[in-house]
């Protein structure tokens, strides 16, 4: 993906590690995120990126090291120290989630308008009608039709759901959102169109993103950067052409000549 992002992290992780009993999940992550780039976590089934996807939007606690956000007043703030209602108004406010399946990140018997304005309900907003305008904007943005504003998503097809959850995170202009495999389970040509989706509303919004993906292909044409993980550790980083088209690691070189299942 072509573009250059500011200098200036806005998410940094310093020796980020999770352990479970007596297996890692991560070891000594350094990572930085930076305005208006996307950052693609790629690797096999087991190789920790979903672990450090939860660490970086601290919906995992971290065993050990620093992690530190820089908010949209320029104050950084160290998220170990977060209290979780602080947690929550950054989840709803700066920060966005979307998850792989769906229904975890909607509510199923609420409208789809209602999904997208609990949201802005959360960060102030109270006027009905303005909410309601919003939402079918919205809507109307990630091509669900706003006629449907009214249904609930267990009427929507898979990829009307994974557009919705998408709306329901970029109502109120998140500085920052993760993504787990949002295209995983999609048919082929719905994949594209979320893609073509993701790709216009990061260029439009300046979002910094984080997302992982086993799908090398997706991490190509949304990221301008890659880490290829294994084993809980980071073994190779860099510009994602670059790392796909000339990897140095042998595990990554694995992973692009699809010797290894991902």
């Not at 450090?52 to 820089?70: D, K, N, R």
């Not at 959360?122 to 109307?140: D, F, K, M, P, S």
């Not at 495999?181 to 048919?187: A, K, R, S």
Request: charged fraction near 25%; proline fraction near 3%.
């Amino acid at each position: 993906m072509n573009g250059t992002p500011p200098n200036r992290p806005i998410l940094s992780a310093r020796g980020l590690s999770k352990h479970y009993s007596s297996r890692r999940g991560c070891l000594d992550i350094d990572l930085d995120i930076y305005e208006g780039e996307v950052l693609a976590l790629a690797g096999e089934s087991g190789s920790g990126k979903s672990t450090l996807l939860g660490l970086l939007s601290t919906q995992l606690e971290c065993s050990s090291g620093s992690l530190s956000y820089v908010r949209s007043d320029g104050v950084e703030v160290d998220l170990r120290a977060m209290t979780e209602m602080e947690r929550r108004f950054l989840l709803r406010t700066e920060w966005g989630f979307v998850q792989q399946e769906a229904r975890l990140g909607l509510r199923m018997k609420v409208s789809a308008g209602g999904n997208v304005g609990e949201r802005l309900m959360a960060v102030g907003w109270r006027n009905y009608g303005a909410i309601r305008r919003e939402a079918g904007e919205w809507l109307q943005r990630v091509e669900i039709d706003p006629a449907r504003m009214n249904d609930i998503p267990e009427t929507f097809s898979g990829g009307m759901r994974q557009r919705l959850q998408i709306a329901r995170n970029m109502v109120t202009n998140p500085r920052l959102v993760f993504m787990d495999e949002p295209t995983g389970g999609l048919d082929v040509s719905v994949q594209a169109r979320l893609l073509d989706l993701l790709r216009s509303l990061v260029a439009e919004h300046g979002l910094a993103v984080v997302i992982v993906t086993h799908d090398l292909s997706v991490a190509r044409l949304l990221s301008h950067r890659i880490a290829i993980m294994r084993h809980g550790g980071i073994v190779e980083t860099g510009l994602t052409d670059q790392v796909l088209d000339d990897p140095q690691h042998a595990y990554t070189q694995l992973l692009v000549s699809s010797v290894l299942q991902v």
